[in-house]
């Protein structure tokens, strides 16, 4: 096999002005701004970033790799493993590539079940992600502590369903796993009537709080045409007013029997990427009242399809589902045999980073990460 | 627009591109289109600033790896055995040369289309000729994609602005991507300050050990 050369990293090389004024520090991979193994190389004139390069892998274990030489089930309890925070949204997206691939229905319950528990995910990573951007900029301890107080509940309502808090490895293709336990519609209905609650009173305690403002007003704007060039998803297009929503575009599973709106900001800045994800939550209640009011009785998974050597015939499928931190999709190969011959992961969080030089540079490096804890990436996702 | 029209309007606004569909028997009927490399720059652009199409959101970028295949079918042949005339089978074996494909997934935003258009490259085989030109100046959301393929399947893009390698380490030799990858025996890992910690401290035991 030809090997061929190719550049390292060497940003210094590249820069032209005060060559001997400009500083390059490594942030990370081990810093805890930076939510996992990931190192940004900067490059400083003062305090501004003249450079930055992103430097990820550390976590890499060639998910699609492993895929390959798995059965197409076999797979599934892999995907929790992608966004840990988002074990369940994981499983969904898997599952709709692959029903897309191999023409499988799913049950009305079923459908059912994959909004209330893909709806709960989006609400506990959302507010998880406003407790780590808080702790990042330094309010340290208070709102993580609040956000994590709320996943908790989320986790343990996972708990009863799956039998697992993190790793659910909850879809099935064709519908779900498990049924939904004795009691467990009314615990997840207490928990979603008092979250109203702690959303006022953490924007009573956050929002108006003007060191808050100052930190993040107007800083690392992304603007509208370079989210859509970049194929920005997620919470962080539609904060630069790019309205695009999976959910509302693909109009996949049965998202359109819910009336749920689509928060948009103006600025791009990180104070409306933070906004966005707490209108978002609001929204995510509207949508868990209804589907908790009218979810039907019936089977769970699709009866005719047989978990035992599921082949699909020859072709391909693109599925994606709108998750939490942005387009997850899925694109699979199928040769006819009872391994995809190719598995390929969109990640959100690794093509959402693709603008993290275009957001840092001109800020200062305290900004980095803010704009980085806005982002919201996983490296588990990143790296695959 | 379906894909025969916007085909047609491709090779109007692209003259002397090569197109093709790639059917796709699955029932997702997520049919492809191919264009040869050296007009695919033309023809990306084209897809972003048609204003019928627009395919401005590239979704997906991903490398496949489709190593040579061999063929083999059955033919009757008619032989002379022994002064008799038989038919006998005979099995004939043709081998379709492998390559390297890229896909781009493509979506509009303007016009909110729902099904994606799947554009793919083909490289000339495996080995010399795995070169293909960059989309990444139409497209910035291919640029991680980009290095990505080059990384892991080694595809190497003409144009792109910042082709290193991406998952792998910068001293990492082959693409573990490919079908035919085999993990090195030794295996190299990342040379790392630990390395000479444990050196010291092995060659520290084994000096108290010899007193």
């Not at chain 1, 998750?323 to 006819?336: A, T």
């Not at chain 2, 991406?166 to 300050?193: C, N």
Request: glycine share 8%; proline share 7%; with cysteine.
């Amino acid at each position: 096999m030809s090997t061929a050369t190719y550049p390292t990293l060497d940003p210094l090389a590249h820069s032209e002005q005060n060559q001997e004024q400009l500083l390059e520090i490594s942030m990370g991979p081990q810093h805890p701004s930076t939510h996992g193994v990931f190192r940004m190389n900067a490059v400083l004139d003062g305090e501004r970033v003249v450079r930055l390069k992103p430097i990820f892998g550390y976590l890499h274990r060639n998910h699609e790799k492993i895929a390959e030489n798995e059965t197409y089930l076999g797979s599934m309890p892999y995907t929790d493993r992608l966004d840990y925070l988002c074990s369940i949204t994981n499983n969904w997206g898997y599952a709709l590539a692959v029903e897309k691939l191999a023409g499988i229905q799913v049950p009305e319950r079923a459908e059912y079940l994959r909004v209330i528990t893909g709806e709960l995910t989006r609400i506990q990573n959302h507010a998880c992600l406003l407790g780590f951007l808080l702790q990042d900029m330094g309010s340290s301890g208070t709102p993580l502590m609040y956000a994590f107080r709320e996943r908790e509940k989320v986790l343990d309502l996972f708990e009863a369903l799956t039998g697992s808090r993190m790793m659910c490895n909850y879809m099935r293709f064709g519908g779900c796993r498990t049924d939904l336990p004795a009691g467990w519609l009314n615990q997840a209905r207490s928990f979603v009537a008092e979250l109203p609650r702690f959303l006022d009173e953490y924007e009573n305690l956050l929002v108006g709080n003007e060191v808050l403002m100052e930190r993040t007003q107007g800083v690392g704007v992304l603007s509208r045409e370079l989210a859509i060039g970049a194929a920005i998803s997620g919470p962080m297009a539609r904060a630069s007013g790019l309205n695009y929503d999976i959910r509302k575009v693909d109009h996949y599973s049965i998202y359109d029997r819910f009336s749920f709106r689509v928060p948009l900001g103006q600025h791009g800045d990180v104070y409306d990427r933070y906004m966005i994800r707490f209108l978002e939550m609001r929204e995510s209640i509207k949508i868990l009242n209804d589907a908790m009011r009218d979810i039907p009785d019936g089977p769970i998974v699709d009866p005719k399809w047989k978990p035992r050597g599921f082949r699909p015939k020859p072709g391909e499928a693109y599925g994606r589902i709108e998750s939490p931190k942005g387009e997850l999709g899925f694109y699979l190969i199928s040769d006819g045999s009872p391994n995809p011959y190719r598995c390929r992961v969109r990640p959100p969080s690794l093509i959402n980073l693709t603008v993290l030089e275009d957001l840092c540079v001109g800020q200062n490096v305290a900004d980095v990460v803010a704009i980085l804890g806005s982002i919201d990436i996983v490296l588990g996702e990143v790296d695959r | 627009m379906n894909l025969d029209a916007t085909k047609s309007a491709i090779e109007a606004a692209v003259p002397g591109c090569h197109l093709e569909i790639v059917a796709n028997p699955s029932p997702s009927a997520q049919h492809s289109l191919l264009v040869d490399p050296e007009h695919a720059l033309a023809v990306a652009t084209f897809l972003r600033d048609s204003p019928d199409l627009r395919l401005d959101f590239c979704s997906n970028v991903t490398g496949i790896d489709w190593p040579p295949r061999e063929l083999s079918e059955k033919v009757k042949v008619k032989q002379t055995v022994d002064g008799v005339e038989k038919e006998v089978d005979e099995v004939r074996k043709t081998t379709i040369p492998g390559f390297l494909e890229v896909v781009y997934h493509l979506f509009s935003v303007t016009h909110k289309t729902i099904e994606p258009l799947p554009l793919r490259l083909r490289t000339a085989d495996r080995e010399a000729g795995v070169h293909l030109p960059s989309l990444t100046p139409v497209w910035r959301s291919a640029e991680f994609q980009e290095r990505e393929i080059f990384d892991l399947f080694g595809v190497h893009f003409d144009g792109h602005p910042d082709l290193r390698r991406i998952l792998m380490w910068d001293g990492f030799v082959d693409h573990p991507m490919r079908r035919d990858y085999v993990d090195p025996d030794d295996y190299e890992y990342e040379p790392t300050a630990h390395d000479q910690v444990l050196k010291r401290a092995g060659q520290h035991q084994s000096e108290g050990a010899a007193k």
